[in-house]
């Protein structure tokens, strides 16, 4: 029976025992686990900051590229209608040039006194033939401003603002003074 005794205490024992490191790796094992869902978590919240950073700084940069990009399309813009204006005056002078009379021509008038300023053309700079009103108000030699509009131009050539049209209306009070 002692033999028998002490075989049951040895067996409870190692019992006991065994029972105690399963219990020992168990609560080892949930320490682990813990120790991994915080270390997860903690990872996840720096991720998140670092995600939520990441996005500031797109916002940022794309801001600045938005804004360069802007600054560059307004300096084009500005560029092409510096380039369109100097276009449209070269051309005015050009046309311009074709059209007025120069210095030394005789003048087309019979007496020494020169004519009113309202009885010459300004685009030709000589006395009115057939003179016409266009749409911003001003009188022109027909030829004059028909040649204007057949190089393309739908603009006025003394102020170089857009028409709004291209009729042209005789002016028969000033052909009538000038006759």
Known sequence: ITVCVGCLLGYAGEQRAARTRAIDL????????LTAESAIKQKD????????????????????????????YCWWKAWK?????????RDR?????????????????????APPQDFICSIT??????????????????VAIE?????????SPLTNTTLTSSELIPNVALRRLVE
């Open 93 to 113: 002078d050009a046309f311009l040039a074709t059209w007025q009379r120069p210095e030394s021509a005789p003048q087309l008038w019979d007496s020494d006194a």
């Open 147 to 155: 040649d204007w509009f057949s190089r393309g131009h739908l603009t």
């Open 125 to 142: 700079g000589d006395i009115f033939s057939d003179p016409v009103v266009c749409s911003d108000g001003q009188t022109y030699e027909r």
């Open 26 to 33: 168990a609560q080892q094992e949930q320490q682990r686990r």
């Open 81 to 89: 209608q510096r380039w369109a204006m100097e276009r449209a005056l």
């Open 45 to 72: 919240q720096q991720l998140q900051k670092v995600a939520q950073r990441d996005r500031l700084w797109a916002v940022v940069l794309l801001a600045s590229v938005g804004a360069a990009g802007f600054g560059a």
